[in-house]
């Protein structure tokens, strides 16, 4: 893989703000199509009665894209990458020219298969892509085939689909993570959006231009940062939500990594500036999908949202739809959170297709720092509210996970590797500990505004709390196996994990069965699972 320097990064900026010419022609079956949208980015044109477009251009962002309109698809670069936009790699005042060709297609009734945080690194210790091809990828082609005898399925990449601190490690950027899903078999056409680990850590101290330098491979690979498609009656919109500053000394420890490859979550204002251009050409009754990668709300995590200020912005910029639907990922965590006074947004933050970057050792499944599954999520866009269908990998159809803590403590206290934790770590949450004698926990990832969680041992009713404990599977399977008597304490791992969906109640024996149940508003249950009591507890719980 070429090793991209800071002096290469920079001669891809517009080194002068002249301006050129893009045109060309959009067809389908040779025909012309009228009307599309063509943006370079900043502006957005329309193709005449003769399927041609022209614009004049500084060329800024390099790229050049169409959003594509309904009933048609973009004809593929790859197996899974639809063509609606191309690269500009003339010098910005000479002309050029840009055809777009799609094809026809029924989507009155389309599904989409949501996939995000994958993680790709070929790194060995990990087996990242061996695991991703034998575990994860059957189970999306299961429900590929399933949604496809419905209709076209389409998947959506919420970012993080490599990880910067390895691309020079191990040879795999941006563009050779497409390229092994490519050849994987995946079986839908991919629309991506970029995360913070999608982002090239050789370029830094570029200023203001580190974060488009930064996304050179990006662009390259997946195209705009932002950009919008129509589906069926819907549009989809795809944006940036991370400003990439990768400030810093140096990683001394992977190479070619020149920063610590941190990173603002927001949406710059040129891309805030391209959405409202696009929207001029959505009618106000279309249903909209935002996909991004960092959560726009989270009244869980405060680190993990975008900046105060951003939600304003975008409540501004939609004012004239109705309903929004928002799906990002980032946390690695599964969380249906409020959208407070922002009535119009309805976010679904999901958990990681890679569970906690593939970092589990072999034998175990991948979890998500919150304890939640390893997952993706799938969506039948043909019902009037379409909500995504949480899918584990490990085919386990609950959205929760429940503890007997008596079990739990009497592991802890004979697990050697267990009290190697206790004394690195005895802030953590140390289960062997009394206080935590006949304690049910749930850690309940479905939890979501207007559902109701009870307790009940033996049919009475129990005091549920909400607390932020350590998941113990994440732990025993996570953080334990890493762990030697000559382990040194890490600061990443001090305190807690902050466990948004976690509950908690004591019980009065340590043997009478305990159910848990799920209602929603007016009292429906939805979901009752049984706790038999005294009950072991196995670390390769699912």
Request: aromatic share 12%.
């Amino acid at each position: 893989m070429r090793a991209y320097s800071i002096l290469v990064a920079l001669a891809l900026l517009p080194v002068m703000a002249e301006a050129g010419i893009v045109k060309g022609r959009v067809t389908a079956n040779g025909k012309p199509l009228a009307g599309v949208q063509v943006s370079d980015g900043r502006q957005i044109v329309l193709t005449n009665a003769n399927g041609k477009y022209s614009m004049n251009t500084d060329k800024a962002d390099s790229v050049v894209f169409i959003t594509t309109p309904s009933g048609y698809r973009a004809t593929m670069m790859d197996e899974i990458r639809p063509g609606f936009w191309q690269l500009l790699t003339e010098a910005p005042a000479r002309t050029e020219v840009h055809d777009f060709t799609l094809e026809p297609e029924d989507q009155k009734d389309y599904s989409v298969i949501f996939i995000t945080d994958c993680h790709f690194a070929a790194n060995p210790s990990r087996n990242d892509l061996e695991r991703f091809t034998t575990e994860v990828l059957p189970v999306i082609q299961r429900e590929y085939d399933a949604a496809a005898a419905r209709g076209p399925v389409y998947s959506m990449n919420l970012g993080d689909f490599s990880h910067d601190l390895y691309w020079y490690d191990f040879a795999l950027n941006e563009y050779g993570a497409e390229q092994f899903l490519a050849k994987s078999g995946f079986p839908a056409p991919v629309y991506s959006v970029t995360g913070n680990h999608d982002n090239d850590g050789a370029v830094a101290g570029l200023g203001g231009k580190t974060d488009f330098c930064s996304a050179w491979n990006y662009r390259h690979t997946w195209g705009p940062a932002c950009y919008s498609v129509n589906i069926g009656a819907d549009h989809w919109i795809f944006m940036d939500s991370v400003e990439y500053l990768n400030e810093g000394a140096p990683d001394a420890k992977h190479k070619n990594i020149n920063g610590t490859r941190n990173y603002k979550c927001l949406f710059i204002d040129k891309y805030l500036d391209w959405l409202l251009e696009d929207l001029k050409y959505v009618p106000a009754d279309t249903r909209i999908f935002l996909c991004c990668h960092v959560p726009v709300f989270n009244d869980a995590s405060k680190s993990e949202v975008l900046q105060p200020g951003q939600q304003e912005k975008l409540d501004e910029i939609f004012k004239d739809f109705s309903r929004v639907y928002i799906y990002s990922g980032h946390t690695h965590k599964i969380i249906n959170t409020s959208t407070g006074k922002f009535t119009r947004f309805h976010q679904s933050i999901f958990g990681a297709t890679s569970g906690s970057m593939w970092q589990h050792p072999q034998g175990y499944q991948c979890i998500g720092s919150d304890g939640c599954n390893q997952s993706i999520n799938v969506m039948d866009c043909s019902v009037p509210d379409p909500r995504p269908r949480y899918v584990a990998i490990n085919g386990s159809p609950k959205e929760m996970r429940i503890f007997d803590i008596n079990a739990v403590g009497q592991f802890y206290r004979e697990d050697p590797q267990c009290r190697i934790f206790h004394k690195l770590y005895p802030n953590r949450t140390w289960y062997a500990d009394s206080k935590f004698e006949n304690m049910i926990y749930v850690n309940w990832w479905g939890c979501a505004p207007g559902l109701k969680l009870e307790i009940l041992e033996d049919g009475r009713p129990l005091e549920v709390s909400k607390v932020k404990w350590d998941d113990p599977l994440y732990v025993i399977t996570y953080v334990t196996p890493k762990l030697h008597e000559a382990s040194k304490p890490s600061k990443s791992i001090m305190n807690d994990k902050k466990m948004p969906h976690s509950f908690v109640a004591h019980a009065t024996t340590a043997t009478a069965p305990v159910l848990v149940r799920v209602s929603d508003e007016k009292g429906n249950v939805l979901y009752e699972e049984e706790l038999v009591r005294p009950k072991t507890f196995n670390k390769n719980i699912q």
